[in-house]
């Protein structure tokens, strides 16, 4: 959410900067930097992600229960339905 409001907030002006009176060069610009930041952020985040907890090496679940453990999982379930909310009331998008 938080990219979303950097995105929101930044872009405009990104594109003003970049298109000199182009729009669709500005946009273009401004998605490449957005993009390259995007990478360069999910790459860190990539290698530095540690797993903490070590599984039982005999543990074996499937894919249905761990679906059935989300469900029912409440903090999980707000956040999916207040993300949802937040992409439905909070349109995003230059005007």
């Known amino acids: 959410m938080l990219a979303t409001f950097v995105v929101q907030s930044f872009a405009p002006d990104l594109v003003k900067y970049f298109g000199k009176g ?51 999982n409440p903090a999980w379930v707000a956040i999916v339905f207040l993300t949802i909310f937040v992409f439905v009331f909070f349109p995003s998008g230059v005007r």
Do not use: N
């Open 22 to 72: 182009d729009d669709a060069k500005g946009y273009q610009y401004t998605m490449i930097l957005f993009c390259s930041l995007a990478v360069v952020f999910f790459v860190i985040t990539f290698l530095t992600t540690r797993e903490r907890v070590e599984p039982p090496p005999k543990q074996k679940t499937s894919l249905k229960i761990d679906l059935k453990d989300l469900v029912r």
